[in-house]
């Protein structure tokens, strides 16, 4: 049984997702008290997440950023918003999928069952804590973080799930659509800015490292990360 956390203020919209949740034999915990969400997730682990944008106190995006700062559980933005710039920020700010009001029911299950795969059934990683390396640059992809000769980064969840995938492709094309499938499961819809934002984002955390110019932007077919670390002239030259 996996449990599922409903951060939403409407009350009827909320009582709807936790019958269907429930129907299918998972459970459902209804948010109540929008001023302590972050508790409430501590308590219940949640393994997924069904956030509201528009809520009391806070927004949804900011209970999603306070969520990312202690977990990588999927988070399903439910919204009445359609604009394009809300699903950008939704990813953005840490989201997996996004979904607009009104929809329908079982749309919702099918991205709850596809989330719940990807991420703790058919399709999730063996246990064990994984290690991605290349030429001394090394991902934890569970710890979100990026090591290079003693230094280290954080990463959100977008910008490890990136890395992770230039990293094992290291010094080879990476065209966009491989990218945007690891991103999103539909990306259809996905503004293209969205990925430049997040190859933007990568770029400044590599850049930490003191790795400067090695993601390479192929213009219309995908992105390249050259090794340009592994002699460790960058290295010295930020020292």
Not at 81 to 97: L, P, Q
Request: aromatic share 8%; with cysteine.
């Amino acid at each position: 049984m996996y449990t599922i956390m409903i951060v939403e203020d409407d009350a009827k919209i909320a009582e709807l997702l936790r019958a269907h949740i429930e129907k299918y034999g998972n459970a459902a915990v209804v948010t109540t008290d929008f001023a302590r969400v972050m508790e409430q997730f501590e308590q219940v682990k949640p393994h997924i997440v069904l956030m509201d944008i528009n809520l009391p106190s806070f927004d949804g995006f900011y209970w999603c950023r306070q969520i990312r700062t202690v977990s990588t559980c999927p988070i399903i933005f439910i919204s009445a918003r359609s604009g394009e710039m809300d699903t950008v920020r939704a990813i953005e700010n840490g989201g997996d999928d996004y979904l607009t009001k009104p929809f329908h029911y079982e749309v919702v299950m099918a991205k709850i069952r596809s989330q719940l795969r990807r991420v703790y059934g058919d399709y999730a990683q063996a246990a064990g804590e994984r290690i991605v390396e290349h030429a001394g640059l090394i991902l934890y992809p569970e710890r979100m973080e990026l090591h290079l000769q003693g230094q280290f980064v954080a990463l959100t969840k977008k910008e490890t799930v990136l890395v992770e995938t230039l990293l094992q492709r290291c010094q080879r094309l990476v065209s966009r659509e491989t990218i945007l499938e690891k991103l999103w499961d539909d990306y259809t819809y996905v503004d293209d800015n969205a990925l430049s934002v997040n190859m933007s984002r990568v770029r400044k955390k590599l850049a930490e490292l003191g790795i400067e110019g090695a993601l390479e932007t192929v213009r219309g077919t995908g992105y390249r990360l050259n090794d340009s670390w592994a002699n460790g002239e960058q290295q010295r030259e930020r020292r």
